[in-house]
């Protein structure tokens, strides 16, 4: 297994991006697929999930604005961003959980100025 989180970068507030986490394998086997991110001074949270059956959920904090998907054939997850917000500054973190184990890729850095 290995991650590779990318699409981070520097958007005005109001502005979008796109986030991409792709598995050197199948994302099929894995139990459930998310995104956290850490700003800065901050603890890393949770932004949304999607298990393997489709269903997503979100933090309180993005609903409405954030979408997370998968494409099997891709071996990706997504996450849009929309609407971004000064505070959702900071390093984006895919991670997924399988049957035994679970693994995090590299963060990739969003910066929203004001």
């Known amino acids: 297994v290995q991650l590779q989180a990318s699409g981070g970068g520097l958007v005005q507030a109001g502005g979008s991006l796109r986030l991409s986490c792709a598995n050197s394998?199948?994302?099929?086997?894995?139990?459930?697929m998310a995104w956290y991110r850490q700003a800065p001074g901050k603890q890393r949270e949770l932004v949304a999930t999607?298990?393997?059956?489709?269903?997503?959920t979100y933090a309180d904090s993005v609903k409405g604005r954030f979408s997370i998907s998968g494409d099997n054939d891709e071996n990706t997850v997504y996450l849009q961003m929309n609407s971004l917000l000064p505070e959702d500054t900071g390093f984006y973190y895919c991670?997924?959980?399988?049957?035994?184990?679970?693994?995090w890729g590299q963060g990739t850095l969003v910066t929203v100025s004001s």
């Open positions: 991670y997924a959980r399988g049957y035994l184990s679970a693994y």
């Open positions: 394998g199948s994302i099929f086997s894995f139990m459930l």
């Open positions: 999607i298990a393997r059956s489709g269903t997503t």
